[in-house]
C-alpha cells in the first residue's frame, strides 16, 4: 500500500488587524492509499483551513504538500486545476454547497462540463450511473435541492466529488448537519464507496464518536496545533493528551448503568492571534506545570505509532 498524502510543517496564517492568526501551525501527517485520517476538534480548531490547504484551495503559508509523491505546495494554477481531478471535497452544509438554480443532474454533470470530459450524451449516462453508486434515485434527476431532504441533497454532493473519479477526497464535517439516521447511512455510503472505489479520506468532524469506525489514523487538534495523532483503536483504548481525554470523556454511552467518570475542561481558549511561546492548551489543563507556560511542547512518538504534544505526558499517563 503505497503513500497518497504526506503534509509536513504545514502552516497557514491569516492577518487580522490585531496580528497574525495562526489557524494552522506546523501540522505533520501521512496517509497511505485506501486509508482515512480522522481529524477532530472543537470548531474554530482550524480543521476545515487544513482540509482546504492541502487540496490547495487556500495556498498554505509555510510547510510542503506532497502528493503520490510530487510536491505540490508551489505549483502553477494550469497544474493546480490538473490536480482537482484527483483531490476532491464533500462539504460540510449540503444546501448552500449547491446551486440552488440547478437540477440534480445538472449539479452532478457540472463538473464534467467544466473539465469538458464527455459530450452531453456521455454526460448524462455517467450522471445516472453516479446517481445510482450514491442511492439516489433516477426520479429525482430533474429535481431541484430545495425539494430534497438533508440526505439525498449530501448524497448529491457525494456523486459530484465522485464524477471525476478522484481517489482522494477531503469530507469536511459531512454529516453533521443531517439528523442521526440519516448520518448513519451516509458514513456507510462513505465507507462503501472507499472499498469500491480505492478512495482515500481525509475525514474532518468534531464529533470522535462518528470517526470511531471511519478513521484507519485519528488526528486530534487544537487552535491550529496537533496534540494527538494514533490509530483509531488505540485513541479509543488509551488517550494521552489532556485534552484527548476530556473529547473523549463527552460521548455519552447508551447504557444506563454505565458509569462514566467525565474529565472537565475548565477556563477559556487561548487565542490563536499571535500565540505566546506556551502550551496552547496550557489555560484549560489541570496538569500545567511552569514549563508548559514557558514553552511550546514538542511533537514526540510516546507510544508506538502514537503521538503526542505535551510536556508532562508520561508523569499524566505513569508511562
Not at 505533520?28 to 487540496?55: A, D, Y
Not at 450511473?129 to 448524497?155: C, I, K, N, T
Amino acid at each position: 500500500m503505497g503513500e497518497m498524502l504526506r503534509v509536513e510543517h504545514l502552516k497557514k496564517y491569516f492577518k487580522n488587524p490585531a496580528g497574525m492568526l495562526h489557524a494552522v501551525d506546523d501540522v505533520n501527517f501521512t496517509i497511505n492509499e485506501g486509508e482515512t485520517l480522522g481529524v477532530v476538534g472543537e470548531s474554530g480548531c482550524g480543521k476545515s483551513t487544513l482540509g482546504r490547504v492541502v487540496l490547495k484551495l487556500i495556498e498554505p503559508t509555510g510547510g510542503n504538500i506532497i502528493f503520490k509523491g510530487r510536491d505540490i505546495t508551489d505549483i502553477k494554477e494550469s497544474e493546480n486545476r490538473e490536480l482537482r481531478k484527483e483531490m476532491q471535497i464533500i462539504f460540510q452544509d449540503p444546501y448552500a454547497s449547491l446551486n440552488p438554480r440547478l437540477c440534480v443532474s445538472e449539479l452532478i454533470a457540472d463538473p464534467l462540463k467544466t473539465f469538458r470530459l464527455m459530450d452531453s450524451k456521455a454526460r448524462q449516462k455517467k450522471v445516472y450511473e453516479l446517481m445510482d453508486l450514491v442511492g439516489l434515485a433516477r426520479r429525482f434527476a430533474f429535481s431541484y435541492p430545495h425539494e430534497l431532504d438533508g440526505g439525498r441533497r449530501q448524497r448529491i454532493g457525494v456523486a459530484r466529488a465522485l464524477s471525476l473519479d478522484p481517489k482522494f477526497i477531503v469530507c469536511d464535517e459531512p454529516v453533521s448537519a443531517l439528523d442521526v439516521s440519516i448520518q448513519a447511512q451516509i458514513l456507510n455510503l462513505l465507507q462503501d464507496l472507499q472499498v469500491q472505489q480505492g478512495l482515500t479520506y481525509i475525514f474532518i468532524t468534531h464529533d470522535l464518536s462518528v470517526v470511531k469506525h471511519i478513521s484507519t489514523d485519528i488526528l486530534v487538534m487544537y487552535i491550529g496545533v496537533m496534540v494527538e495523532k494514533a490509530k483509531a483503536k488505540e485513541l479509543f483504548k488509551k488517550q494521552l493528551h489532556p485534552y484527548t481525554k476530556g473529547l473523549l470523556s463527552a460521548i455519552p454511552v447508551p447504557n444506563i448503568d454505565h458509569v462514566k467518570r467525565r474529565v472537565e475542561l475548565q477556563g477559556e481558549l487561548t487565542s490563536p492571534i499571535e500565540p505566546k511561546a506556551e502550551c496552547r492548551f496550557v489555560a484549560r489543563c489541570q496538569y500545567a506545570t511552569d514549563i508548559c507556560r514557558t514553552q511550546s511542547p514538542g511533537y514526540e512518538e510516546v507510544l508506538p505509532n502514537h503521538f503526542v504534544s505535551c510536556h508532562n505526558v508520561r508523569e499524566i499517563n505513569d508511562l
